[in-house]
């Protein structure tokens, strides 16, 4: 496992090198792709000078909001749906080709429906993820294995008690997967929304030095999301491994 | 050619009962798809023996447990425990399934002290208990283990502990040593009987070893091909304080061998029902 952990870092170290060089000697154009180094120095000014704060924040805020919204949202309509058969199978065909639909077309939608501002963005992006976690609901709602069912049965387990003590922890692997996904949702959603569609944070931020040829900024915020991205990723995996490695039967 | 015909009552007997079967009939399905899985079965079961139940595979070996455990009612018929009709899993019965059960978030004692702090035991007497089963079951170095750590053996142990904490009067074991290679089946073996001797328990074992019946029962219920009956029942005649060494006394081959010849008969009649044995 550390000798994956070396050589994924040992890849993107001789792509960073390779960009940093070809930028060095001009293959690459300024006008184009700006060197690491000028992407880090730019992320460090914008961090330090504190103009682009409020849209970070404001970028973070909504996506741990769609995130959290997507999650417990996900799950409880997972559940639901799990419970009542009739339910599942008029709804399964719609959650298997759901992601068909391009979500952001409801975004006229949602500003009549909720204004200008952080709630449709909020709104399209649970839109956009909350599927993932009811269809990982439901799978880990199927694969809890039914001789630990059976087992909180004889121990003679209230049905609430053996939903939260029994049925959850044994389905939380593939609820964690969820999870997982509806956090990636949370982030595309809320920068592309904000991207195309809004007025402020990190993805506007992004599409505003864009349209004014400001490289060293735009190319500075990417860096900015894909070193939260990236951290956010890496700490669910290790989260999952330790899990996996828990929960394996 | 053996007979094969059920015997009436096969399992009645004299002396406390622990849990009693009349007439105990279990059907699935509806219409044409319906499947005559067991009975009728009678059957007494005396206050502390080691009765066995072999069987060919779908005679509703496992079915007869279910009942007995109050996890799946009988179409017809009637289960008691204790005297009192099986409705639900009743207070006082354990059961112990084929497949692993241990909780895989749970450490080693967590898993076994799990029963009993849901059954709202003061903390002291858990700990008791549960210090007690992990070194009757020699898991007292595996206490802080996670199931995914331990093997398949050591797995099932766990769940042997659970069941044992919590006292149970009758214990159910639904084939436990199936997933385990066969040095080790008769070392969980021997401390199924050091288990069963030391709780003075009723246990009825659901298996599909010859040998762990012979070896482990005071009787072997030997079932029919579906719907499943009892067509012989055998009284083994060990002493209580057998162990696996018994397997070298020349009455465990006679034993085997009585078991298998009942046994055969309705196995071929499985094999060829399933399209499996020479027309």
Redesign the interface.
């Given at each position: 496992m550390k000798h994956r952990g070396l050589a994924s870092i040992g890849i993107v170290a001789v792509c960073v090198g390779a960009l940093q060089l070809a930028c060095g000697i001009g293959l690459v154009k300024h006008t184009v792709i700006i060197a690491p180094t000028e992407m880090a120095d730019s992320l460090w000014q914008i961090l330090l000078g504190g103009e682009f704060t409020h849209a970070i924040l404001l970028t973070l805020t909504n996506i741990v909001l769609s995130a959290v919204i997507s999650i417990a949202a996900g799950f409880g309509i997972g559940v639901a749906i799990h419970s009542v058969a009739f339910l599942r199978r008029g709804i399964e065909p719609y959650l298997a080709s759901y992601y068909a639909v391009p979500t952001f077309i409801f975004y006229p939608v949602f500003i009549v429906l909720f204004g200008v501002g952080s709630a449709p963005i909020i709104a399209i992006t649970v839109l956009l993820a909350i599927v993932a976690m009811i269809t990982a609901t439901l799978n880990g709602l199927d694969r809890i294995?039914g001789?630990?069912t059976?087992?909180a049965?004889?121990?003679?387990?209230s049905p609430v008690?053996r939903a939260l003590?029994?049925q959850l922890?044994?389905a939380?692997p593939y609820l964690f997967a969820g999870a997982r996904l509806s956090v990636a949702y949370s982030f595309i959603g809320v920068i592309a929304s904000e991207f195309i569609l809004s007025g402020d944070g990190l993805g506007y931020a992004i599409a505003y030095a864009y349209n004014n040829f400001d490289n060293r900024t735009m190319y500075g915020l990417m860096l900015l999301i894909i070193i939260v991205v990236t951290a956010v990723n890496a700490s669910f995996d290790a989260l999952d491994r330790r899990l996996q490695?828990?929960?394996?039967? | 050619m053996i007979s094969a015909e059920p015997v009436a009552n096969i399992g009645e007997a004299s002396g406390t009962v622990t849990a009693r079967l009349r007439g105990v009939t279990r059907l699935y399905g509806t219409g044409s798809a319906r499947l005559h899985a067991l009975g009728p079965i009678d059957l007494d079961l005396r206050k502390g023996e080691f009765f066995s139940v072999v069987g060919p595979s779908g005679c509703g070996k496992s079915t007869l447990l279910d009942v007995l455990?109050g996890?799946n009612p009988p179409t017809d018929g009637s289960a008691e425990f204790e005297g009192r009709p099986v409705k639900?899993?009743p207070?006082g019965?354990?059961?112990v399934?084929q497949?692993?059960?241990s909780?895989?978030?749970l450490t080693v004692e967590a898993n076994v002290a799990?029963?009993l702090q849901?059954?709202g035991v003061d903390a002291a007497e858990v700990e008791r208990r549960v210090a007690y089963a992990l070194g009757f079951m020699g898991l007292r170095d595996f206490r802080k283990a996670?199931?995914?750590q331990l093997s398949g053996g050591m797995r099932q142990r766990v769940c042997i502990a659970r069941t044992l904490v919590l006292q149970p009067r009758l214990i159910l074991l639904d084939e436990p040593f199936g997933a385990l290679d066969q040095q080790t089946r008769l070392i969980m073996g021997d401390e199924l009987l050091r288990l069963w001797r030391e709780t003075n328990a009723t246990v009825l074992l659901i298996t599909h070893s010859l040998d762990e019946a012979a070896m482990l029962s005071d009787r072997v219920g030997v079932m029919s091909a579906r719907p499943g009956l009892f067509i012989e029942l055998i009284e083994t005649g060990w002493p209580k304080d057998r162990d696996s060494r018994i397997v070298a006394d020349p009455r465990f081959g006679e034993l085997t061998g009585r078991i298998w010849e009942k046994l055969r008969v309705e196995t071929m009649k499985h094999m060829q029902s399933q399209g499996m044995g020479h027309s």
């Open positions: 294995p001789v630990l059976k087992t049965t004889v121990l003679r387990l008690r003590l029994v922890p044994a939380s490695a828990r929960l394996r039967r | 455990a996890l639900g899993v207070d019965v354990g059961v399934f497949e692993d059960a909780f895989p978030w799990f029963g849901q059954a996670y199931p995914a």
